[in-house]
């Protein structure tokens, strides 16, 4: 059975005004994002314009959605990304094709601001760390391992709690809040993978 999602007010606007206060500007950029093919990958979104540390690459528009998943319900629809407790946004074409890196290059604040976590050069792909933005218990990446081909790759992509410690304090504050109490409440696995 399907889990029961709802549709809610649509937040685009409320994090334009975000990011025009946190910012000092809009995702202006945006126009410059692109998707280009990968390969044995698949899709990725890259930019044409360069970013610094800390600038907003783009606001994430879609459809806010409420709905809860247990089990395998949480592979129903795997191009939305976690919010907040139930809450997901649908993101659409082209940030959809936005891809995994255990060595992000964004990573999301607030709600829909996606954030540079280091500078990005222009020809770059764009990506986020999956697993910032799901508690899932049952959810990993998958089927097959990461893909990502960072120097420090985890392979194995579960939920937050999956997390070490030291790479949440390396992308923080660009974890949705939520996430980072669920870490920090629940018990996680330890990992030896080096930042």
Same mark, same amino acid.
Request: net charge neutral; with cysteine; glycine share 6%.
């Given at each position: 059975?399907?889990?029961?999602? @709802?549709?809610?007010?649509?937040?685009?606007?409320?994090?334009?005004?975000?990011?025009?206060?946190?910012?000092?500007?809009?995702? @202006?950029? #945006?126009?410059?994002?692109?998707?280009?093919?990968?390969? &044995? $990958?698949?899709?990725?979104?890259?930019?044409?314009?360069?970013? $610094? @540390?800390?600038?907003?690459?783009?606001?994430?528009?879609?459809?806010?959605? !409420?709905?809860?998943?247990?089990? /395998?319900? +949480?592979?129903? *629809?795997?191009?939305?990304?976690?919010?907040?407790?139930?809450?997901?946004?649908?993101?659409?074409? %082209?940030? !959809?094709?936005? /891809?995994?890196?255990?060595? %992000? /290059?964004?990573?999301?604040?607030?709600? #829909?601001?996606? !954030?540079?976590? #280091?500078?990005?050069?222009?020809?770059?792909?764009?990506?986020?760390?999956?697993?910032?933005?799901?508690?899932?218990?049952?959810?990993?990446?998958?089927?097959?391992?990461?893909? +990502?081909?960072?120097?420090?790759?985890?392979?194995? &992509?579960?939920?937050?709690?999956?997390?070490?410690?030291?790479?949440?304090?390396? !992308?923080? %504050?660009?974890? %949705?809040? *939520?996430?980072?109490?669920?870490?920090?409440?629940?018990?996680?696995?330890?990992?030896?993978?080096?930042?």
């Amino acid at each position: 059975m399907k889990p029961l999602i @709802k549709k809610v007010q649509h937040s685009y606007l409320l994090e334009l005004i975000r990011a025009l206060i946190r910012f000092k500007s809009h995702d @202006k950029k #945006r126009m410059h994002l692109y998707v280009q093919e990968l390969g &044995i $990958k698949g899709k990725g979104l890259f930019t044409s314009a360069a970013f $610094k @540390k800390g600038e907003l690459v783009f606001i994430a528009p879609g459809t806010t959605r !409420v709905a809860h998943f247990e089990g /395998n319900d +949480c592979y129903l *629809y795997p191009d939305w990304y976690g919010v907040d407790e139930h809450t997901w946004i649908d993101i659409t074409y %082209p940030f !959809v094709k936005i /891809n995994h890196s255990c060595s %992000p /290059n964004t990573g999301i604040f607030s709600s #829909r601001c996606f !954030v540079a976590l #280091r500078d990005i050069e222009a020809g770059e792909e764009v990506t986020f760390d999956y697993s910032t933005s799901d508690d899932e218990s049952d959810w990993v990446m998958g089927p097959t391992a990461c893909a +990502c081909e960072a120097q420090h790759c985890r392979v194995h &992509i579960g939920p937050i709690q999956t997390l070490p410690q030291p790479y949440i304090d390396q !992308v923080y %504050p660009y974890i %949705p809040n *939520y996430f980072i109490k669920k870490y920090h409440l629940k018990g996680r696995v330890d990992s030896s993978v080096d930042i």
